[in-house]
């Protein structure tokens, strides 16, 4: 029998445990073990079974409990505790304080989903995951984030296999009063709104809510209101659903309702206004329309033009690209972005006529059809980047179009590599190791928490791996034995479970979502070869695998049955498991379990990937492609390369090449290192590898070290810029103007004659090159422009490789425009030498040569 309604009752708790509440009320919790033992001494079981979730908690445990604890004073004395430690936790300056004096006030963060904790699914994969690693670093360093994104009623989707081992996705309704957040209300109570005008309807409403990540608040919005028409309520309904229009209304509440809800959050609670925004993504690229829309029509704005707003929303917005192919990026019908940018849209005041430029894929190889949500927010921001050094390669190749007069290395797509927030996936017995040698996992001297490792007896170390790996065997076996139920096993069928999984094998992991190109099968390329790993007679490997194919993705959920369909096989199914619903609760026993985290994507195409960092922080060692951040951070001795087969076209010759090398990997250099075990009871030059790992890659993964980057590298330049320009909006109109004027005037500037002198017939390293560069400037003068001498080793065809600029300063200048420009340079490399001249613009308030997209070449 169903109930015709549903309503939550909240519990009253005693007053002596009202901190219970605050405790529940912030997600600190979620990283934080001391307050996480304070709710498991709620009541034991109840804990367990409401899976970690402090509000469910709260909810499950009876009164008379909640008597009982009110007078436990050991109780209320942890409790105590607990509440003053976050209090102080959320009061203390921190490095951002201490640190960093001129940086911007708040910064506005936005994502389409964000993985705080798994009793708060708003995530589906990595860049979720990313997002909630970034709030949860900024909050721990003190860095005034504001998180921005929506509240998905029925999150992404829970996994299950049917008999046959293909993919079933269940859409669980999510109850706002059930999760850790609050509805954000106006002074009178009511609850606050902000709205968005559609084409051919009302009015879109969404409501606020607020869930607290430690120092941070992630502002939420959900269109779930009454007086909504019901394809307005659904516009939040699940992440990554529906058909093209729906994701343009998510994405139009993401960017401009997003803008539009940090202004009512700063009203309402007195918090700083964002001076800078940052779109982890393009799915929040609409935010620039939104805030140019403020500084143009909004009445309690300023009034300017488009093109001195466009430039005040430049000067103060960070755009992060995570995807390495044109297939991840949003690109919406032109048309359908006309209908909801025309006079009356989403941002009434603002022409569509200038608008639909900012999306064009106007370059070569584009569609004039389209509009393309990344390029939007290359030129929506003055600084962009992509998530690891590799990355930001491929980033400036993929975007090379908007910047065609440039070569790839100068396209301004700089990288921060991304990091993980070590308090959420590191096991608390791995802190423990470093805290009995004398280090602070959690304080700030991080060399000596580094220099624990070595300290640590490789017994202690060992026993602490076998320990976790013993955990993830139990966690892997209950969730084996669900799954089997729900694909209609009988519980007779099922009693070789308890036999799945050996905690004295080694283990390795594979976990993250489906696409084609992560290559989730590449392992089942020889299956002959694969079994014989997995039974060796004395080195036997074992395989804990999960992830989650995109509900559209046929392909993904073919993958995903063909690797269950061999995994089901009696012979092997006690050495390999696939454990379906990947989740932050999987996640947290298989990293610290895993001995080995394998990773084997077609190269170039892992933007970063952090599923290895969390396991490295576990003392796992790396088995990847040399892709993302591993191509960047992989020394020799922190891992295993696997050789990848560039160049290969045949995409089944490569995979069979991979394969085999990672085959070799296995069988010939990590099992026999794992299972070398000294009379000590432990494999010595396993564990050397681990403390390398542990202090070659920790410092370098972690979040903190990723949000600093950001901090020191774009969020503190983009304030300083956008202050210098918004002093009274002059210098933002200043530097409108003066881009208006460059590209007008730039077709007259032109390199006409160079001439050099000082070599001689027979050049040596040493010897000095003297160039003389005659310029004609047409408009501009001088101190507008900037004249390079683009020099260093050429190849056969005189194409120069990572060449040097060097400056000219002005020598002389003659009528008609026309200048002289000087420069010595030295030789310092013997072999092939080459050099060129060109003229780019030049102002204080350009982060790069090539943002106006002009540059005279010499010819």
């Not at 590898?689 to 202090?695: D, G, N, Q, S, W």
């Not at 425009?817 to 102002?843: E, I, K, Q």
Request: net charge negative; hydrophobic share 40%.
């Amino acid at each position: 029998m169903r109930a015709i309604r549903r309503f939550t009752v909240r519990p009253v708790l005693p007053p002596a445990l009202g901190a219970l509440g605050d405790l529940a009320g912030n997600l600190r919790w979620s990283w934080h073990p001391p307050t996480q033992d304070v709710f498991a001494a709620v009541d034991p079981q109840v804990w367990q079974s409401v899976q970690h979730d402090p509000v469910r908690l709260l909810g499950a445990v009876d009164a008379a409990r909640f008597e009982e604890l009110a007078h436990d004073q050991g109780f209320l004395d942890r409790l105590g505790a607990a509440k003053a430690d976050l209090d102080a936790y959320l009061s203390g300056d921190r490095w951002y304080q201490q640190r960093v004096p001129d940086g911007p006030r708040a910064i506005g963060y936005f994502s389409p989903e964000f993985g705080i904790t798994a009793v708060l699914p708003q995530y589906s994969g990595g860049l979720g995951i990313l997002a909630g690693d970034h709030l949860k670093a900024a909050s721990d360093l003190g860095v005034p984030i504001v998180g921005v994104g929506l509240l998905y009623r029925h999150g992404y989707f829970q996994q299950s296999l049917s008999r046959e081992g293909w993919q079933q996705e269940t859409y669980p309704v999510l109850d706002p009063d059930e999760l850790p957040i609050s509805l954000l209300r106006e002074a009178d109570g009511t609850r606050a709104t902000i709205s968005i005008d559609l084409p051919d309807g009302p009015p879109l409403v969404a409501r606020i809510w607020v869930a607290s990540v430690g120092r941070v608040p992630l502002l939420m919005l959900d269109t779930d209101v009454e007086g909504n028409p019901d394809h307005y309520v659904d516009v939040t309904d699940r992440l990554y659903g529906g058909n093209t229009e729906h994701r343009l209304r998510q994405e139009l509440l993401l960017g401009v309702g997003g803008v539009r809800a940090l202004r009512v959050y700063s009203r309402i609670t007195g918090a700083p206004e964002p001076e800078v925004f940052h779109t982890n993504e393009g799915h929040a690229g609409f935010l620039g329309l939104e805030r140019i829309r403020e500084l143009t029509v909004d009445p309690s704005g300023p009034g300017l033009d488009f093109d001195t707003a466009l430039e005040m929303g430049r000067a103060s917005t960070v755009f992060t690209t995570h995807t390495p192919v044109p297939a991840g990026i949003d690109r919406f019908p032109r048309s359908l972005v006309e209908q909801y940018f025309s006079e009356g849209g989403a941002t009434p005041g603002v022409p569509v006529e200038r608008i639909l430029p900012l999306g064009s894929e106007d370059y070569d190889g584009g569609d004039p059809a389209v509009f393309n949500m990344a390029v939007m927010g290359f030129r929506l921001a003055q600084r962009a980047n992509g998530v690891s050094l590799l990355h930001g390669h491929v980033s400036r190749g993929m975007f090379n179009g908007l910047w065609p007069a440039f070569d790839e290395a100068e396209v301004p797509i700089g990288s921060i590599t991304n990091g993980v927030h070590a308090p959420t996936w590191v096991a608390r017995e791995v802190f423990d190791l470093a805290a009995a040698q004398g280090a602070d996992p959690f304080g700030d001297d991080a060399d000596s928490f580094w220099a624990a490792v070595d300290k640590i007896p490789a017994q202690d170390m060992w026993a602490v791996k076998r320990r976790l790996r013993e955990r993830l065997v139990e966690d892997a076996r209950s969730r084996l034995a669900q799954a089997w139920e729900k694909r209609g096993a009988a519980p007779a069928e099922l009693g070789w479970i308890d036999g799945a999984l050996d905690p004295d094998v080694l283990t390795i992991g594979f976990a993250r979502r489906v696409p084609s190109y992560k290559r989730l099968t590449l392992m089942l390329s020889d299956k002959e070869r694969l079994r014989s790993l997995l039974l060796h007679p004395e080195r036997p490997v074992q395989l804990v695998i999960a992830g989650k194919s995109h509900p559209a993705d046929d392909g993904g959920k073919k993958l995903i049955q063909e690797l269950v369909q061999f995994a089901d096989d009696p012979e092997v199914r006690h050495r390999i498991v696939f454990l379906p619903n990947y989740d932050i609760a999987m996640a947290q026993p298989l990293y610290p379990g895993c001995d080995v985290w394998l990773n084997n994507p077609l190269r170039p195409y892992e933007a970063c990937g952090t599923s290895g960092m969390k396991a490295a922080l576990n003392g796992g060692l790396n088995l990847s492609i040399l892709d993302g951040w591993w191509d960047e951070w992989y020394d020799g001795s922190n891992g295993w390369a696997i050789p990848s087969a560039d160049g290969v076209d045949d995409p089944d010759k490569r995979d069979d090449l991979e394969a085999a090398a990672l085959y070799d990997l296995v069988e010939n250099e990590v099992a026999p290192r794992f299972y070398d075990v000294g009379p000590d009871g432990t494999p010595g030059r396993w564990l050397e590898m681990v403390r390398h790992t542990l202090k070659s890659l920790g410092p370098k993964v972690l979040a903190t070290r990723m949000v600093r980057d950001y901090v020191r590298e774009l969020y503190s330049p983009a304030a300083t810029n956008a202050r210098s320009l918004n002093a009274d909006y002059a210098g933002a109109a200043r530097l409108a103007a003066w881009k208006t004027r460059v590209r007008s005037a730039w077709p007259s500037v032109r390199v006409e004659h160079i001439e050099s002198s000082g070599l001689g017939d027979a050049p040596e390293v040493g010897q000095q090159l003297s160039v003389r560069a005659f310029v004609a400037l047409g408009e501009l003068s001088p101190d507008e422009v900037e004249v390079q001498l683009v020099h260093g080793r050429i190849d056969t065809e005189d194409r120069l490789g990572d060449p040097e600029v060097s400056p000219l300063h002005l020598a002389e200048s003659y009528e008609g425009g026309r200048h002289r420009f000087d420069v010595d340079v030295a030789l310092h490399h013997s072999g092939a030498f080459g050099y060129t001249v060109r003229v780019v613009p030049r102002n204080e308030h350009l982060t790069s040569p090539a943002e106006l997209g002009v540059v005279a070449l010499a010819v």
